[in-house]
Structures are given as structure tokens and as C-alpha cells.
């Protein structure tokens, strides 16, 4: 068994095709493939997906990001993709006679090997993913500035705060206002004696766990005798 790093290179919504030498021996010859082989035995399978698209067809990749591994003839194809300007300088060394970019919608075609469509979808669902990650990610940055915006305005604090503890059971901070003679509210749970600060001015909340340990996100609430 063996590694193959491949290397799926968009120029303009494009992707970058080779078409492979003619050779009996290869099931895929005379086909159009995506730029890429074997990986290395000291190098990563990232650096060998650098190096074969510098090899093969004279094009400097930096830091292409990994998709997917596939199992394919005993073998381990791991993709990666890379998003570029332009192919200016491209070069084709003795594996391939022709390159051409193709359309999404070009893949299909039967001069091009079958799995790249398939590769070429995963590449896509995984961008959109990691897409609507970074979405959710700004949502929740939003919701907790907005949180702070408000209390900051109200001068409110959470009286009580919600964690999970596993297995469908959750416990809340029981908070009691504790006499405040500064600006800064205080409050202290009478479960596990945390304690949590309020500063308006700052609208941000300051938490020390039972064992006077400073944080910016409230710790898990600890009953007696239990670790947090």
C-alpha cells in the first residue's frame, strides 16, 4: 500500500487537468487527472503534494488544504486543494501531454478519470462547511457582545448560569448578591462557592472558581467534594 497526494488546483472557478501519458500499464492513460503521485517516505503527505505539483507540471503551491483520503487499488489518495490566480509558467514534465482547465460541469466528460467529479463535490461540501462553521462562529461572538451590550446598559448580571454535566443532568450556579460597596456587582454561589463579578463599565464578568482560580467563562458549577 502506498500514499498518493493529489492536488485539485482552481484557477477562476477552474480546475486544473493533466492528461496522462499513453502506458499500458496505467488504466487511466491518455485520461485527464488531477496534477499529483507517490508521497515520500520523509516527507509529509502535504510536502509530497507540494513537490509532485512543482514536479509535474512547474507550479509553486503553498500550504494546500487537505480534503479528504480515499482508499483506491490498496492504495491511500489524499486529496488537497489549492485556489491560485493563474498557471503563468506552467510546465509539464514526461507524465503528461496536455493540460486544460475545466469547468465543474466538464468533469463528467468520459477523457476524464470518473473520481474526480466525486473529488471535486467532497472539496466543495467541505469549503461549505467550513463556511457555515465560521458563520455559526460569529454568531455566537455577536450573541455574547450583544449580551454584554445589554447588561452593560442595565446593569444587570445573570443571576443564575446553566452547564452540562453529562449524561442528561445539568446543574445551575445558585448566585446570591453579596453586599456591594463598589461599582463592580459580586455575586457567590452557595453550591460550590464560586464567585463571579460584574463590571458595567467593562460589561464583562469575572469568574473564580472555589479554588480561587480566575476565569473568563463561568467553570462548571461543583457540588461539595467534587472537582471541577
Request: with cysteine; charged share 35%; hydrophobic share 25%.
Amino acid at each position: 500500500m502506498a500514499d498518493i497526494s493529489l492536488c485539485l488546483i482552481i484557477v477562476d472557478g477552474k480546475i486544473l487537468m493533466c492528461k496522462r501519458e499513453k502506458k499500458d500499464s496505467d488504466k487511466f492513460s491518455e485520461m485527464y487527472g488531477l496534477p499529483g503521485g507517490h508521497v515520500k517516505k520523509d516527507e509529509s503527505n502535504k510536502d509530497g503534494c507540494v513537490r509532485e505539483v512543482r514536479e509535474e507540471v512547474n507550479l509553486d503551491i503553498h500550504n494546500p488544504k487537505f480534503v479528504k483520503t480515499y482508499k483506491f487499488d490498496n492504495n491511500d489518495i489524499h486529496l488537497y486543494t489549492k485556489e491560485i490566480k493563474n498557471i503563468d509558467g506552467i510546465k509539464l514534465n514526461h507524465e503528461h501531454t496536455d493540460y486544460k482547465l475545466v469547468s465543474p460541469s466538464g468533469l463528467k466528460t468520459p477523457e476524464i478519470i470518473p473520481t474526480t467529479k466525486d473529488m471535486y463535490r467532497d472539496c466543495k461540501n467541505k469549503s461549505l462547511n467550513e463556511q457555515v462553521d465560521r458563520i455559526k462562529s460569529l454568531i455566537t461572538v455577536i450573541n455574547e457582545d450583544l449580551n454584554d451590550y445589554y447588561h452593560a446598559k442595565t446593569g444587570a448580571a445573570p443571576e443564575n448560569d446553566e452547564y452540562e454535566l453529562g449524561e442528561g443532568h445539568t446543574i445551575k450556579h445558585k448566585w446570591n448578591k453579596t453586599d456591594n460597596r463598589t461599582k463592580l456587582k459580586h455575586y457567590k454561589c452557595e453550591r460550590c462557592h464560586a464567585e463571579k463579578w460584574w463590571d458595567p463599565g467593562y460589561a464583562r464578568l469575572i469568574y473564580q472558581d472555589r479554588f480561587g482560580h480566575p476565569h473568563y467563562r463561568a467553570p462548571e458549577c461543583a457540588l461539595p467534594n467534587t472537582k471541577l
